[in-house]
T-cell receptor, first 112, second 112 residues
Framework: GDSVTQMEGPVTLSEEAFLTINCTYTATGYPSLFWYVQYPGEGLQLLLKATKADDKGSNKGFEATYRKETTSFHLEKGSVQVSDSAVYFCALSDVGGFKTIFGAGTRLFVKA | NAGVTQTPKFQVLKTGQSMTLQCAQD?????MSWYRQDPGMGLRLIHYSVGAGITDQGEVPNGYNVSRSTTEDFPLRLLSAAPSQTSVYFC???????????FGPGTRLLVL
């Protein structure tokens, strides 16, 4: 079945460091891909998404590119801030559009 | 718009008790779902609904019941609570299962 694998955390960075969180997926067909963010004590919220191969999603300085050849959707940010500390989830929607499948989540800590 | 609301925020149950977690959305979304979040396991789909009167099982449905009598509401029932059901429960809605999910703030459940 469809699945999402993302790098284990926690990831600890200093402010202004470069961030990469790896995400790879297994799916039949051409799923849509998402990154969600969860701040402490809150529900998940959409960070960015891409719906087809080579699309780049971007929001709040974060970017991810849908790479079909490597089945990847890595999250990047050039300069992280303390306020970026959160848990990040990679997800895909199945081709039928009935389900969204989430990765295990990666916790990010950013130190001042 | 209130978005997706969940009640209660926190609940303690004894083994064998039953309860209903409430979820409501005011965005006229057809698709609603329930997830549980456990450390290191990401979000796992419990049940979902593609419209009023239609529900289906997700990845971990055992011990839970759902119904969807209106577009707005999607309650989750625990029939006989067990310590293994200690978790954080999130309700989500979207136009369809493959689109952006909008999450509620979550219900933290402790079963003793």
């Amino acid at each position: 079945g469809d699945s999402v694998t993302q790098m284990e955390g926690p990831v600890t960075l200093s402010e202004e460091a470069f961030l990469t969180i790896n995400c790879t997926y297994t799916a039949t067909g051409y799923p849509s891909l998402f990154w969600y963010v969860q701040y402490p004590g809150e529900g998940l919220q959409l960070l960015l998404k891409a719906t087809k191969a080579d699309d780049k999603g971007s929001n709040k300085g974060f970017e991810a590119t849908y790479r079909k050849e490597t089945t990847s959707f890595h999250l990047e940010k050039g300069s992280v801030q303390v306020s970026d500390s959160a848990v990040y989830f990679c997800a895909l929607s199945d081709v039928g559009g009935f389900k969204t499948i989430f990765g295990a989540g990666t916790r990010l800590f950013v130190k001042a | 718009n209130a978005g997706v609301t969940q009640t209660p925020k926190f609940q303690v149950l004894k083994t064998g008790q039953s309860m209903t977690l409430q979820c409501a959305q005011d965005m006229n979304h057809e698709y609603m779902s329930w997830y549980r979040q456990d450390p290191g396991m990401g979000l796992r789909l419990i049940h979902y609904s593609v419209g009023a009167g239609i529900t289906d099982q997700g990845e971990v449905p055992n011990g839970y019941n759902v119904s969807r009598s209106t577009t707005e509401d999607f309650p989750l029932r625990l029939l006989s609570a067990a310590p293994s059901q200690t978790s954080v429960y999130f309700c989500a809605s979207s136009y369809n299962g493959g689109e952006t999910q909008y999450f509620g703030p979550g219900t933290r459940l402790l079963v003793l």
